[in-house]
């Protein structure tokens, strides 16, 4: 009776060192979390602080900052441009809003690329 009563008492251990590391883990993985939500809250703060910036000195900028503004300036522009030439097209080819294509902003070069599948015949399957 000895070695059963060790046993259930070394089982009784091991499931509450388990029980122990799950609640461990559960607790890391919600400070991770909690963590990347705040350093998102910071990129956001970040970004707006940006823009504070760039409102208020963007066509007066600190020396530090004249590059970057300089990028924006020109992004906008750029925008500017390509808005106006996608009107030029889709007047000159009666297009309409809703007819606009499907835009991608963003390609994650880690992905595979699928071709697209083929278009054939309507051929039935060999049997």
Same mark, same amino acid.
Request: aromatic fraction near 4%; charge should be negative; include cysteine.
């Given at each position: 009776?000895? /070695?059963?009563? =060790?046993? &259930?008492?070394? *089982?009784? !251990?091991? %499931?509450?060192?388990?029980?122990?590391?799950?609640?461990?883990? #559960?607790?890391?993985?919600?400070?991770?979390?909690?963590?990347?939500?705040?350093?998102?809250?910071?990129?956001?703060?970040?970004?707006?602080?940006?823009? /504070?910036?760039? =409102?208020? &000195?963007?066509? *007066?900028? !600190?020396? %530090?900052?004249?590059?970057?503004?300089?990028?924006?300036?020109? #992004?906008?522009?750029?925008?500017?441009?390509?808005?106006?030439?996608?009107?030029?097209?889709?007047?000159?080819?009666?297009?309409?809003?809703?007819?606009?294509?499907?835009?991608?902003? &963003?390609?994650?070069?880690?992905?595979?690329?699928?071709?697209?599948?083929?278009?054939?015949?309507?051929?039935?399957?060999?049997?």
């Amino acid at each position: 009776m000895a /070695l059963f009563d =060790a046993f &259930k008492d070394k *089982a009784k !251990d091991l %499931a509450q060192t388990g029980v122990n590391k799950s609640r461990q883990l #559960a607790e890391i993985a919600k400070l991770n979390l909690a963590n990347t939500s705040e350093e998102d809250e910071i990129k956001r703060a970040y970004i707006e602080i940006g823009k /504070l910036y760039y =409102a208020e &000195k963007g066509m *007066a900028p !600190d020396a %530090a900052y004249v590059a970057l503004c300089e990028k924006i300036t020109a #992004a906008k522009v750029t925008i500017e441009e390509n808005k106006a030439r996608i009107e030029e097209i889709k007047n000159q080819s009666n297009i309409e809003a809703d007819e606009d294509p499907i835009i991608v902003t &963003k390609v994650d070069p880690e992905e595979p690329v699928t071709p697209p599948e083929s278009h054939t015949e309507d051929v039935p399957p060999e049997e």
